[in-house]
């Protein structure tokens, strides 16, 4: 049975009552609903806690696709009591870590309007993040990509998000910024994310609804990687 994924909806709301469908084999609980984030496109899986009826916490390492891809898997702490089929838990996020990451995944995507390159590789942490690009020997500067990226956040331009099918995006190969991530397709629709003004492409990650709630960042380090890739690493003040 595929899980409700409710961050894709609204990717605030940081718990939800559930069910649990079922722990697979290697003890991975899922459940029919949640709004805990699975690793993908660069972003790491949430951790957090569920809470059972009689109020024991499971603690939550990290959230994973099962392989059927449907599937979330929550992958517990080593050593948690797990629940039983159909035993009705509350999903509760590490809310400030997911923030944070919401918040440099947004400023990530501003980046790519900066430097206008092809991107082949990508990471979101907690509170840093680095996007590579395929950028010709030329000059880059720390201090000037900064204020560029902050010139952007603070234009306070809505995050928002509409759907287009697979076609339309096969389409619009254009919108496809990611040379070695593909866009989550195969479900017949795909998410674009619209920094209204700024930036459009196809995302399955979370994302801060403003620009200015990502507040400021600076860029750390530019890292040479090979002869064309720049590995361009930024991070929350």
């Known amino acids: 049975m595929p899980t409700a994924l409710l961050f894709r909806d609204d990717a605030y709301l940081k718990e939800t009552e559930a069910t649990v469908l079922g722990i697979n084999e290697r003890g991975g609980i899922l459940l029919d609903r949640t709004v805990f984030y699975a690793t993908g496109g660069g972003q790491p899986g949430d951790a957090g806690v569920l809470v059972t009826a009689s109020g024991q916490p499971i603690p939550i390492a990290t959230t994973v696709y099962g392989a059927d891809k449907s599937e979330i ?3 517990p702490a080593e050593g948690a009591t797990l629940p039983a089929p159909g035993d009705v838990v509350t999903a509760k996020l ?5 923030l944070k990451r919401m918040r440099i995944h947004t400023a990530l995507h ?13 990471a979101i942490g907690d509170g840093e993040g680095r996007l590579d ?5 030329g000059g880059l500067e720390k201090e000037a990509i900064t204020a560029e990226l902050m010139r952007r956040i603070n234009q306070n331009a809505e995050v928002t998000e509409q759907w287009i099918t697979d076609e ?13 991530v593909k866009p989550p397709m195969g479900t017949g629709r ?12 196809p995302c399955g990650g979370t994302h801060v609804k403003n620009t200015r709630e990502i507040g400021e960042v600076a860029v750390t380090n530019i890292e040479k ?6 590995r361009v690493r930024i991070a929350l003040v």
């Open 73 to 75: 898997v929550h992958v």
């Open 94 to 98: 590490d809310w400030d870590t997911r």
């Open 110 to 122: 501003l980046l790519t309007t900066v430097l206008p390159y092809p991107v082949t590789g990508g």
């Open 133 to 137: 690009f395929d950028i010709p020997d």
């Open 168 to 180: 339309e995006l096969e389409a619009n190969p254009g919108l496809v910024k990611t040379m070695s």
């Open 190 to 201: 795909v998410r674009l994310v619209n920094i209204v003004g700024l930036d459009l492409q």
């Open 225 to 230: 990687k090979g002869k064309q890739n720049r």
